[in-house]
């Protein structure tokens, strides 16, 4: 192949594209980006066999044509440190040489057609749902998700698309958040699938960087497939069963208290009260009082802190103890100004919300 390109665009589409190919794997194909290139256009992929990307550069400085395999970590870095405007990359005999100005270099490559076909995305199939919606589902959810490997479905984040509303749902076991929007989707029942984590995070690298107004989706038998202009994730959907998070949410006679607080003062307090919470069996007490919530911490051997602010409370005095990240996490992940907490007592579970249509659901520490 030969390809002209301009050097920002190039290393803008290779830095979407990268982060896919694994650093180890048995295929060797796998740690490739498969360039093609044509008048006006490079089309960039990338697949670790469980999650594919394709990122599409149009512009009309790209020039030549042909196609090539070659090492994504490798090219990338020496795409970076080339400094000029305009790049060449040629094949010349067993390499590809890379140009930058008075700087080349030569790189090894595989076989272009052994790497993997790629699907593409059937219109015809397609959800279109508002990408900025969707973004902030994404958001107010995957932290949630159960971080060890091996927790099957509670790896992943349940997606139900419905005729009006897109739901997404995460969990491991101790706490549990969801948020949904309403949206006209074109199906005529429930649709649902478990979306991996890591395809998730593409999708929000790729659709930070673009004026889309919607992301497309996709569900097929065993994957899933996200489309943005010039940009799709094609993903492997995790296996196993999604727990019935309906059966979990509180009912209002199951958290009859209820406090209104400021949600960037409660994460200052948080992060305050973390810091002598230790390192083992992590814990921030909540201590509810009229008017008024008392964050703190006590580790023996390293210490205690102490916060105090106003709230919109007029229940009995409660003290309930939560592990701190999972409050930080969730309160990191919104923009409101306020959330409202609900609760029964210091042994039963306790919920968050912004609205009806954003809850977060934590378990408290009780031993």
Request: with cysteine; aromatic share 6%.
């Amino acid at each position: 192949m030969k390809l002209v390109t301009p050097r920002e665009l190039f290393l803008h589409h290779l830095q979407l594209v990268a982060p896919i190919s694994p650093v180890r794997t048995a295929r060797p194909v796998f740690k490739d980006v498969l360039l093609e290139a044509s008048p006006g256009q490079l089309r960039l992929v990338t697949t670790d066999g469980e999650i594919s990307m394709t990122s599409i550069a149009t512009h009309a400085g790209i020039s030549g044509e042909g196609r090539a395999a070659l090492p994504a970590g490798i090219l990338l870095s020496a795409v970076r440190s080339l400094e000029s405007d305009e790049l060449t990359l040629e094949q010349k005999g067993p390499f590809h040489e890379l140009t930058g100005g008075a700087s080349s270099f030569k790189l090894h490559g595989e076989d272009p057609e052994v790497f993997p076909e790629i699907g593409s995305l059937d219109e015809d199939g397609a959800v279109a749902i508002p990408k900025t919606g969707f973004l902030d589902l994404c958001a107010r959810t995957m932290f949630a998700a159960a971080k060890e490997m091996g927790r099957y479905a509670f790896n992943g984040v349940l997606l139900e698309i419905e005729p009006k509303e897109v739901t997404l749902v995460a969990t491991d076991g101790r706490r549990l958040s969801l948020a949904r929007m309403t949206t006209e989707t074109g199906v005529s029942e429930r649709a649902s699938c478990i979306l991996p984590l890591k395809g998730l995070a593409q999708l929000q690298r790729a659709a930070s960087e673009g004026d889309d107004d919607v992301v497309k989706v996709q569900i097929r038998e065993n994957q899933v497939l996200f489309a943005l202009q010039g940009a799709q994730i094609l993903s492997r959907l995790v296996e196993g069963e999604f727990p019935d998070f309906r059966a979990v949410l509180p009912k209002e006679k199951d958290a009859p208290l209820e406090a209104q607080i400021d949600r960037s003062e409660l994460e200052r307090a948080i992060r305050r009260a973390a810091v002598t919470a230790g390192e083992e069996a992590r814990s921030v007490e909540l201590s509810f009082d009229a008017g008024k919530l008392k964050i703190s911490s006590r580790q023996d051997g390293l210490g205690e802190s102490e916060s105090e602010m106003p709230v919109e409370y007029q229940g009995e005095a409660v003290d309930i103890r939560f592990n701190p990240e999972f409050i930080g996490e969730y309160l990191k992940s919104l923009s409101d100004s306020a959330v409202t907490f609900r609760f029964k007592d210091r042994a039963s579970a306790g919920y968050f919300a912004t609205s009806e249509r954003a809850v977060y659901v934590i378990m408290p520490i009780t031993s």
